[in-house]
Nanobody
Framework: QVQLVESGGGLVQAGGSLRLSCAAS????????MGWFRQAPGQQRELVAS???????SYADSVKGRFTISRDNAKNTVYLQMNSLKPEDTAVYYC?????????WGQGTQVTVSS
């Protein structure tokens, strides 16, 4: 499996920005799909954004227009730029790598947005 390490989480005020990074232990194949998920206390893990290849992205309705996912295959890294953060964005954010039906997850990074 691919090892993934997330970073960039923290505490931010509402309206602020954060950029999460997910570094993979191996080269990210162009056919791999990378995704960011989040899980708030007492809630199920939900998909935030995914990127199948440059230009092929999808977002949860709740983050459209505020979050941007991108990938740098040369650096084996996927990013999640989060702008106009809201308290309801507070959660642990996880990175996922999927290739040929096999999923790998990172350990998560905490994002807390204060009102």
């Amino acid at each position: 499996q691919v090892q993934l390490v997330e970073s960039g989480g923290g505490l931010v005020q509402a309206g602020g920005s954060l950029r999460l990074s997910c570094a993979a232990s191996v080269s990210i194949s162009p056919i791999a799909t990378m995704g960011w998920f989040r899980q708030a206390p007492g809630q199920q893990r939900e998909l935030v954004a995914s990127i199948a290849s440059p230009g092929s992205t999808s977002y949860a309705d709740s983050v459209k227009g505020r979050f941007t996912i991108s990938r740098d295959n040369a650096k084996n890294t996927v990013y999640l730029q989060m702008n106009s953060l809201k308290p309801e964005d507070t959660a642990v954010y996880y990175c996922k790598h999927r290739i040929l039906g096999v999923d790998s997850w990172g350990q998560g990074t905490q994002v807390t947005v204060s009102s």
